[in-house]
Structure formats: structure tokens, C-alpha cells
């Protein structure tokens, strides 16, 4: 059974952000199946965590920078997909700061620098359980059409 999020139009931005956040994941099984979890999410912002496991260590036994590179890319994705408009990467960078060892925790904090017409910049600091940064990571959003969550024409499904 779907509990899929329903558009409102009475829902405040960071409502809104939660919901299609929430439709977003439902329907993201990279981010399930590598154990992502959404922390926060509001209007421009998305914080998101992820468990260096085992499996995601390369042969150098650290944590593989493609790993990195998905925690802080779906972090992105979140925080420019929280105004219900399809929005997809159309580039993006990431500096590779510091290795990251089995067992450890990392968090990726997307922050909106800027939102001009359909383009969107977003910086995202990835940080480990100590608070360190171990990467940087640079998004640059376009918007498509479509949204995350079907919006309901005005009066329907209000009773």
C-alpha cells in the first residue's frame, strides 16, 4: 500500500519540501538500498545520513568516493526537488578532503546558494561523525517540467 504524500495548497514551503521528500525517497530504491537516511528537509535545505558500511570500502579499505559522491548527489537532489518541481543535476563537482574509514557516520548538508529562473546552485559539505569535512560538493540544478507530487486542480478532493 502506497502512502504517497498529497499536494495542498494550504501546505507552508517546508511542508511542501518534507512531502515531496517523502514521495521522492518512496521511489528511490539506490538511496533505501545504500541505507540513506533524510534527517531534515525544508525549502532549499535537505541533511541526510549515511553508514560507512563494510561493503562500501574500496581497496585501499576506505570508504569508496563514489559512495561519497551518491550521499552528497541524493542530498542535493532533496534539497532541489523541495519545491515540488521536477528538477534534475545538470552538473556538479566534489573535492575529496579527507579519507573516511569503516564504521564511520556521514552527514551531508545541502544548502541553496541560489534560485534564478530554473537554475539552482547548491553547495553540500559532507561531514563525518566527528564534525570534519570530508568533502565539498557542488550541484548546479535545472528544473523540467512536471512535479514531484501531482498538484490537484483548485477544489478537487476538498470536501
Do not use: W
Not at 11 to 17: F, K, N, Q, R
Not at 124 to 141: D, L, Q
Amino acid at each position: 500500500m502506497s502512502t504517497q504524500p498529497e499536494y495542498s495548497a494550504e501546505m507552508t514551503p517546508d511542508e511542501l519540501a518534507r512531502a515531496t521528500a517523502a514521495a521522492m525517497y518512496e521511489n528511490d530504491a539506490c538511496s533505501r538500498a545504500l541505507g540513506l537516511e533524510i534527517l531534515d528537509v525544508r525549502a532549499g535545505y535537505a541533511l541526510l545520513r549515511m553508514a560507512v558500511r563494510d561493503d562500501f570500502l574500496n581497496g585501499h579499505q576506505i570508504c569508496h568516493g563514489g559512495l561519497i559522491f551518491t550521499l552528497a548527489d541524493s542530498s542535493f537532489a532533496f534539497a532541489c526537488n523541495s519545491y515540488n518541481v521536477n528538477t534534475v543535476a545538470s552538473g556538479c563537482s566534489i573535492e575529496f578532503l579527507r579519507a573516511v574509514h569503516g564504521g564511520d557516520v556521514l552527514t551531508a548538508e545541502a544548502i541553496e546558494q541560489t534560485l534564478n529562473g530554473r537554475t539552482g546552485i547548491y553547495d553540500i559539505r559532507v561531514t563525518n561523525r566527528t564534525g570534519e569535512t570530508v568533502a565539498m560538493f557542488r550541484g548546479k540544478s535545472a528544473q523540467i517540467r512536471g512535479s514531484v507530487i501531482p498538484q490537484q486542480p483548485s477544489g478537487v478532493g476538498s470536501e
